[in-house]
């Protein structure tokens, strides 16, 4: 969907930091300065949108997951909501050393989680005392905390997409070393050329991280669209060849049985 400076602006996307506290690499994303604060430039934020919109429909049309990150307090619950809702991994807790350059051990973290909802289920964990109970029980809520919307990404993401890259500076790093292409809300207080793809956004105000989070989303679910009806598209055709066979097969039957009367 186009994106429309009015509703950037009214989500209050243009506002940055104080310009006492700015990265001057953000330069060619500021507007201007007003009482002290620099104002964001949205004609080029809109247009990063877009940039950053098409790369990730991509990616999703892979078939390659986009990994969410954002611990701070005001984006927590919006990335959880809509990267849930287009069942994209995320990270909205405290960031895992080695998520990404020690995945493997990461991924043993997860199947430990499955491995103790299994017990659950086959009635093994009742065999256990009430005190191995309740250390099973509360390793298993410390995983999910940490763990459990990663639980389905069996390989390491397509990409990464972050809120406030100065919080996030290890998963930045993490991702740098193993070149997974970075996207990111960067305000005006962060070094732009640590990102792959910038948008400059305000990614303070929860209503801003909203917006920005709408856009990206909606993008990577027409990827998703994109790549279903391409699967079924070659479902269908594999199916029709298979089904007209059958068609012909059928009166060539009926005549030999018609014979052998």
Known sequence: MAVEVKELLEAGVHFGHLTRKWDPNMAPYVYMERNGIHIINLYKTAAKIDEAGAALSKIANSGRKILFVATKKQAKDIVAEKAGSINMPYIT???????????????KAVKKMASIDRMK??????????????????????????????????????????VDIKREHIAIKEAQKLNIPIFAMVDTNSDPRQVDYVIPANDDASKSIDKILTHVT???????????????????ATEAPKAKAK?????AKATAVEEEE
């Open 121 to 162: 289920k086959d009635g093994t964990f009742m065999t256990l005392s009430k005190k191995e109970r309740l250390q099973v029980d509360r390793l298993r809520a410390k995983l999910e905390k940490n763990l459990g919307s990663i639980s389905d990404m069996t390989r390491l993401p397509g990409a990464l997409f972050v």
């Open 218 to 236: 909606t993008s990577i679910a027409n990827g998703l669209a994109e790549r279903k009806a391409e699967k079924d598209a070659a479902a269908s």
């Open 247 to 251: 068609t012909e097969a059928a009166p």
């Open 93 to 107: 807790e405290r960031w895992p050393g080695g998520m990404l350059t020690n995945f493997v051990t990461i991924r």
